[in-house]
């Protein structure tokens, strides 16, 4: 059994907690949408990782290190294309978190 510990304690927060979602989702009660897409908050791609997950119109279970969860959940946001008269729909991600100009 220490070696299923060991292995334990070297996968990351989202990998445990996507386990997690699994096995309750096997029994019918996962908290989280389906398919979507567990980050590791703290690594240096999380960013890239969010944008992936939310153009491909994916929820995302965002995982601190202390296992703590956020489901940041797709919003389908449509633009006027710049080309045409034509609408383009682009999934984003709702987050409260905003980009200030340089």
């Known amino acids: 059994m220490g070696k299923a ?3 334990d304690s070297n ?3 989202a990998a445990k907690v996507m386990d997690e979602a699994i096995d309750l ?4 009660r996962s908290p989280y949408p389906e398919r979507a897409a567990f980050i590791d908050a703290d690594t240096a ?3 890239h990782e969010i944008q992936r997950a939310a153009d491909e119109g994916r929820s995302v279970v ?4 202390d296992g703590s969860t956020r489901v940041l959940k797709p919003e389908l946001a449509t ?4 080309f045409g008269s034509d609408d383009r729909r682009i999934d984003r991600s709702r987050c ?4 200030e100009s340089p």
């Open 5 to 7: 510990l060991s292995t």
């Open 11 to 13: 996968r990351s927060p």
């Open 25 to 28: 989702a096997i029994e019918g």
């Open 45 to 47: 791609q999380a960013g």
């Open 62 to 65: 965002l995982v601190s290190a």
């Open 79 to 82: 633009h006027r294309s710049a």
């Open 96 to 99: 409260e978190r905003r980009r």
